[in-house]
């Protein structure tokens, strides 16, 4: 009954790199943001802060209790109870390769933590970032609406967002989307702000078809979008 329990709180990925290699993906700040998201303070002794702010929502606040360099880093929470810890091992594999194995205390993150270690061998071995790879886009250019230029005929005080630009060829035009157009509503969620629609667009995924309800000269415009993929994110880059 131990092992399933064990085995639902740990991540795995193997990277074609050697270990020293991956550590530094761990700890430095100007490597973390290429798979992981921003680093707010690194200080890499024993008793010093490892606070990491990842882009997926992944929220790192620790005390490094343990380090052994290019081998194992055992964070303390600051916010978790005395006994749990957060245990980082870099296992030298065959051909230079490294199995990484984050244990964590809470089951709800170790998730994700899966699509983690998944970002960071896809960076890594191919160029891929798939938070960006995986990210819907929707091919237009919104904006807010200024207080002066309501009221809007069909859209209620607050709400809406502008479309200054449509792409010509992309999903939104494709779906009859027009520039001017105010998006009121994107999946059944209303919209305050250019912010809240392009989270909302980000957090889908290419191919993803969503309901978007518009105004048009105060009439009311539905439709389905088909989300796609940003160009050029599906595959590494270019050599130089």
């Not at 761990?26 to 990842?54: K, M, N, Q, S």
């Not at 967002?161 to 494709?174: D, N």
Request: proline share 7%; hydrophobic share 40%.
């Amino acid at each position: 009954m131990v092992a399933p329990t064990q085995e639902s709180l740990r991540a795995q990925a193997v990277v074609a790199h050697p270990p020293i290699e991956v550590w530094r993906a761990f700890t430095r700040p100007e490597h973390l943001h290429y798979w992981f998201g921003d680093a707010g303070e690194i200080d890499l002794r024993v008793g010093g802060a490892f606070v990491v702010r990842a882009s997926s929502g992944l929220k790192l606040d620790a005390t490094i209790e343990r380090l052994v360099e290019g081998r194992r880093l055992v964070l303390r929470p600051t916010r978790c109870g005395d006994d749990a810890r957060i245990e980082v091992d870099f296992v030298k594999l065959a051909g230079a390769e490294t199995r990484i194995s984050v244990t964590h205390p809470d089951a709800e993150t170790v998730e994700g933590w899966r699509d983690a270690l998944e970002n960071l061998r896809s960076v890594w071995d191919d160029g891929i970032d798939l938070r960006e790879s995986r990210a819907g886009v929707m091919g237009i250019g919104p904006r807010g609406i200024d207080s002066s230029e309501r009221p809007i005929p069909g859209v209620h005080d607050g709400l809406g967002v502008r479309l200054a630009a449509v792409l010509s060829g992309g999903p939104a035009e494709k779906a009859g989307l027009r520039s001017g157009d105010v998006v009121i509503s994107f999946n059944g969620a209303a919209l305050r702000s250019e912010t809240e629609l392009v989270e909302r667009i980000r957090s889908c995924r290419p191919g993803m078809e969503v309901a978007v309800q518009a105004v048009r000269d105060g009439r009311p415009v539905n439709v389905t979008v088909t989300l796609a993929q940003r160009p050029g994110r599906g595959s590494p880059p270019p050599a130089p």
